[in-house]
């Protein structure tokens, strides 16, 4: 799934070639890509694309009476069109513009979960934004110490719960805690302050280098493609210590870490309860 630097380079790159471009017409293709019935889409017809923005994982599409909010979800794209065939491959929705050009959400798979959410006024009052908690990138210590102070759980769902902290997913997740040399299991409660600021730099590094590396691309990057340490990298060598990277299963998730980094050396079972957690 595209993460917050996928989804901002993304939206860097579609504002680049698109701002200013006026649309022509909004057309979902499938019955489920449009996700709002109110306002009518086509409320946007006729203006320009003034911004495209990121909130957590969702791009926004700004229009000056209305917002078109894009999930990707897992599998989906939001790519120039340049066929515009009547019937494209996974396609979801398409936006053409004046200038003859078009935009197509697409998405692969069956599970028909991104789509488009056309929305008037503030988009973060509205779903599928508005339970989203701060932008990953916009958490200070102070605010990280208030966060993990909420519900208790484990690091590693928490960083991916977006209405705890948006914008991260599994590959993040992995990456951050390697990062900060936490366990992905440590309870959220038990983090003292000196490690909510490993963990805000973490992020910060992170998603600095997920950006760095998808700014120089020309096209969002597959997941294998994506920079990092832990994350799908079973059985290689850790780069911080040289440590074999483990995975484990939990909660129908595949959590990768290093052992001597992470977990003072303890390598983890599958399903492990919370003893060798801590
Ligand atoms: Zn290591």
């Given at each position: 799934m595209p993460e917050l630097p996928e989804v901002q380079a993304h939206a860097e790159r579609l504002e680049e070639a698109f701002a200013g471009a006026v649309l022509e017409q909004f057309r979902p293709?499938?019955?489920?890509?449009?996700?709002?019935?109110?306002?009518?889409?086509?409320?946007?017809?006729?203006?320009?694309?003034e911004s495209v923005r990121r909130r957590g994982k969702v791009l926004l599409l700004v229009f000056p009476s209305a917002t078109h909010i894009v999930h990707l979800m897992q599998g989906g794209r939001l790519e120039l069109?340049?066929?515009?065939?009547a019937k494209p491959r996974n396609g979801q929705a398409r936006w053409i513009f004046t200038d003859g050009r078009a935009l197509l959400l697409t998405e692969a798979?069956?599970?028909?979960?991104a789509g488009v959410w056309v929305v008037a006024?503030?988009?973060?009052?509205?779903?599928?934004?508005?339970?989203?908690?701060?932008d990953a990138v916009d958490v200070d210590v102070d605010a990280m110490v208030e966060l993990l102070g909420?519900?208790?759980?484990?690091i590693h769902g928490f960083l991916r719960d977006q209405r705890r902290i948006?914008?991260?997913g599994r590959r993040l997740a992995n990456e951050i805690c390697h990062r900060a040399r936490?366990?992905?299991?440590?309870?959220?409660?038990?983090?003292?302050r000196d490690e909510a600021h490993s963990l805000v730099e973490a992020i910060g590094a992170c998603v600095d280098e997920g950006l760095t590396y998808e700014r120089a691309r020309d096209k969002m990057s597959s997941s294998k493609e994506r920079p990092g340490?832990?994350?799908?990298?079973?059985g290689e060598p850790c780069p911080m210590c040289g440590d074999a990277i483990r995975e484990v299963t939990y909660n129908r998730y595949t959590v990768h870490y290093c052992p001597t980094c992470q977990t003072d050396g303890k390598v983890l079972a599958d399903n492990t309860t919370s003893k060798f957690l801590k």
């Open positions: 293709l499938t019955f489920t890509a449009l996700k709002t019935f109110d306002p009518d889409p086509s409320v946007t017809h006729d203006e320009p694309l069109d340049e066929k515009q065939a798979g069956t599970e028909r979960k006024g503030e988009p973060d009052d509205h779903e599928p934004l508005g339970r989203l908690g701060p909420g519900e208790n759980t484990r948006a914008g991260l936490l366990s992905p299991f440590a309870m959220t409660n038990k983090l003292d340490s832990v994350h799908h990298r079973t």
